[in-house]
């Protein structure tokens, strides 16, 4: 079969987040601005300059703030259509719910992206594998240090998917599964409609149970899941810097990207891929280094903020330090605090100034 000219999207949306909790208790994550525009619109760039012209958004957990943003697609040369799930169907019951949405043949090709990952990999010779190989299934494989965190999956030497081994304790190889599958579409249909249905654990297993055809198209292009505070503040400064390119970022890669109406005072530093968002203030003698900053946040004279994210509306002290720290919306860290390793706080939070200090050793 010929490359279709008109591929349709699945993007799975619907998830609560939790590990980047507190930054998706009020914005979902592939809403999260990430370099300067929400995070899908990286992921939608991608998939439009790989030819997908339709995209259905299964959705979920805050469902409403997809359409409010993206709307019908038009201005991003997509057609964009949103399913919402009134309890959460899991990976494959949400895919199984979507399918319906869709308008292609049974034996076309449809692209089926999980929301929360970065890819540099070819989507375009993933299709071109997954149509010489007649797969039912295309999966992307991306090798990791720690495999037993993901979906671990084994290949044949013809490239054949062997085995689906959801976070297993024991993996038998570092290649996993990265997000991004191509289903014949007619496969969609088995996954069983109507109860939450998990496509990891469930669906690939099944599959391959029944002997289906998956092949892998495996590689060792950039690959980042963000569904962490210290894995998404690092996407959004890979994609700021050019590590990952992306049509989508609203300027040119570099040290720092200062969104329009944002301010930096002339002796701050904002650096290592640091993104800036509209209305905020960098106050002087501050640096940002490495970090995420929403819009209208005040970062105080002198203040220290590395790898870190901050967001909407939060207010950083004068001579405060962040390191690895996550600062929900509204909230204020008072003057002189000190926040490491991975600290949180929750939105709408005031810290009084000097609460919290590690000792100078530290
Ligand atoms: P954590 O709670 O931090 O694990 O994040 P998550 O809820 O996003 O779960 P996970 O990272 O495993 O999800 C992978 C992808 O599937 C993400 O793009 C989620 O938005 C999406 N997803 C997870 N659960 C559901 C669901 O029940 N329905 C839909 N439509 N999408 C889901």
């Known amino acids: ?17 939790t590990r980047l909790r507190p930054l998706t208790v009020t914005v979902p994550k592939p809403m999260l601005p990430t370099a300067g525009v929400p995070f899908l619109a990286h992921l939608f760039a991608r ?19 997809f359409e409010e943003s993206f709307g019908d697609g038009a201005g991003l040369g997509l057609e964009l259509e949103y399913v919402r799930e009134d309890e959460p169907l899991g990976t494959g019951g949400g895919i199984r719910n979507a399918a319906s949405w869709l308008r292609s043949g049974p034996d076309e090709p449809v692209l089926v992206l999980n929301g929360d990952i ?6 375009g010779a993933q299709l071109a594998l997954h149509l010489s190989s007649d797969a039912d299934v295309t999966l992307h494989l991306t090798e990791v240090p720690e495999p037993g965190r993901f979906g671990c999956v084994p290949t044949e030497p013809s490239g054949r998917v062997a085995a689906f081994l959801e976070k297993t304790q024991r993996p038998v190889t570092n290649r996993i599964n990265a997000g991004c599958y191509i289903f014949r579409r007619s496969v969609l249909s088995e996954i069983p409609a109507g109860r939450a249905v998990s496509a990891e654990r ?4 099944a599959l391959i149970e029944r002997g289906a055809r998956l092949m892998a198209y495996a590689d060792d292009a950039y690959w980042l899941d963000v569904g962490t505070p210290s894995t998404f503040v690092r996407g959004s400064c890979d994609l700021v810097l050019g590590c990952l390119e992306s049509p989508a970022l609203p300027g040119r890669p570099g040290e720092a990207l200062l969104l329009p109406g944002s301010s930096v005072a002339p002796d701050a530093v904002v650096c290592g891929g640091s993104a800036v968002g509209q209305g905020s203030v960098v106050g002087p ?3 940002v280094e490495g ?5 209208d946040v005040e970062v105080g004279p002198g203040a220290r903020v590395r790898g870190s994210a901050l967001a909407r509306g939060a207010r950083v002290g004068d001579e405060t330090v962040l390191d690895g720290a996550v600062v929900g919306e509204g909230s204020v ?26 000792s100078s050793d530290l």
């Not at 079969?1 to 987040?17: C, S």
């Not at 012209?53 to 957990?61: E, G, P, S």
């Not at 970090?291 to 819009?295: A, N, R």
């Open 333 to 358: 860290i008072g003057p002189g605090n000190e926040l490491r390793h991975g600290a949180r706080v929750w939105p709408d939070v005031t810290l009084p100034a000097g609460a919290i200090r590690f």
């Open 47 to 65: 998939a439009r300059a790989a030819g997908v012209t339709r995209i259905v958004l299964a959705t979920c957990y805050r469902s409403e703030t």
């Open 1 to 17: 079969m010929n490359p279709p000219n008109k591929l349709e999207a699945i993007v799975l949306v619907g998830g609560r987040g």
């Open 285 to 287: 003698g501050a640096r």
């Open 202 to 205: 469930e669906t690939f297993p």
């Open 291 to 295: 970090s995420v900053v929403f819009d």
């Open 118 to 123: 970065l890819s540099g990999h070819d989507l």
